[in-house]
C-alpha cells in the first residue's frame, strides 16, 4: 500500500472504545488519498443494455462460434439463441413479464444454459434451486419467492417438493415457438435474479440483483482482465452461488465458451484436471475451496494446466492465490 494512514495503537484502541469519536490524525495527503483517489470507482458501462442483449450481440458479431459445450455436446451462438428464444416465447405465453420470478430446478447440462438465458429474454427473474438441496429448502424457496412458473427437467419433476408452481419442462420440444428475439419490455432496472442465502445463520433469505448491476459487473471483468472471444471457461459454480451469473453470462458477453463441467466430474479432482487439459480451458473461477481440490495432484497439473492465460501484469499483485502451501506464479 503506497500511502499508509499513521494511526498509532492508542488510536487504534481508542476507535475500537468509541468508533464514533474517535480522534484520527491524517495529512491533507493522506486524507485525498483515502477519500478522493481511492473512491475514485467510477466508470462507464452500457447501461441501456440487460444481460441477455450482450449475448444477442455475440450470436450477431459470430453466430457460428462455440457458446456451451457439456460432455461431448454443444451449441454455437446461434443454436443457443434459437432454442433460448423458444422457450422465452413460451414463457411469455404464460404470462412471464418484468419482475416475474422463475424458478429453475436444473442438473447440469445444455438446459441449463438454455434455460436461464430463456428465463431473462422473456423479462423474467430467475430463481436458481439446487437439485441436490433438501426437499424442505427447495420448498421454503418456492414458497417464500412466490414462484408461479418452475423450469426443470422430467426426470426431477417426481423428485420435486409439494409445491404451487406450474412446471415448464426444459427437456420438452417447443418447435412451435417462434427462433426470433422475443420483446419483452425489461430494462436495466427490472430484477435479473433472486439469489439465496444459506440459511446459516436462520432462515435463507433472498438477494434481489437488477439487470444494471449484474452487466456492471460484467463489463468490469471483462474489461480489467481482458477476458475474450479466444477464452474458455470451466463452469465449475452451482447456480445457486453467484459467482455463476459471471462465470455463465460473462463469457457469453464476451463471445467465449462456457464447458460445463459435469456434478460426476466435479467430485473427481483427477477428472477436473484432465478436463482442464483437453478442452483446453482458458479461464477458472472458483471459490477457494473449489481449486483446493486440485492441490494435492501439483506439481502434476502444472503441465495439465498449460493453457490456462496468466492474468495481465497489472492484475498479478491484487490476485495472488496461495492454497495449502501452493502459490500460483
Known sequence: MGCKPKIKDDTVASIHTDPNNANVELSAAERHKILVEWNDTQTDYPRDKCIHQLFEAQVERAPDAMAVVFEGQQLTYQELNRRAN????????????????????????????????????????YVPLDPSYPKERIAFM?????????????????????????????????????????????????????????????????????????????????????????????????????????????????????????????????????????QPITFWDSAPAVF????????SARAMTHHLRRLPEKNISDCAVILSGFKAQ
Not at 423458444?86 to 429453475?104: D, F, N, W, Y
Not at 434455460?115 to 431473462?120: D, R, Y
Open 86 to 125: 423458444r422457450l422465452a416465447h413460451h414463457l411469455q405465453s404464460l404470462g412471464v413479464k418484468p419482475e416475474t420470478l422463475v424458478g429453475i430446478c436444473v442438473e447440469r447440462s445444455l438446459e441449463m444454459i438454455v434455460g436461464l438465458l430463456a428465463i431473462l429474454k422473456a423479462g423474467g427473474a
Open 292 to 299: 483446493q481440490q486440485l492441490v494435492p495432484f501439483f506439481p
Open 142 to 278: 418456492l414458497a417464500d419467492a412466490e414462484v408461479g412458473l418452475l423450469l426443470t427437467q422430467e426426470r426431477l419433476v417426481g423428485e420435486l417438493p409439494e409445491h404451487r408452481a406450474r412446471i415448464v419442462g426444459l427437456d420438452a420440444d417447443w418447435e412451435d415457438f417462434p427462433e426470433e428475439n422475443p420483446v419483452s419490455g425489461v430494462g436495466p432496472e427490472n430484477l435479473a435474479y433472486v439469489i439465496y442465502t444459506s440459511g446459516s445463520t436462520g432462515k435463507p433469505k433472498g438477494v434481489v440483483v437488477r439487470q444494471q448491476s449484474v452487466v456492471n459487473v460484467i463489463d468490469w471483468v471483462n474489461k480489467t482482465f481482458q477476458v475474450s472471444a479466444s477464452d474458455r471457461i470451466l463452469l465449475v459454480t452451482s447456480l445457486s452461488f453467484d459467482l455463476s451469473v459471471y462465470d455463465i453470462f460473462g463469457l457469453l458477453a464476451a463471445g467465449g465458451s462456457i464447458h460445463v463441467a459435469s456434478a460426476s466430474v466435479l467430485k473427481n479432482p483427477e477428472q477436473l484436471l484432465d478436463v482442464l487439459y483437453t
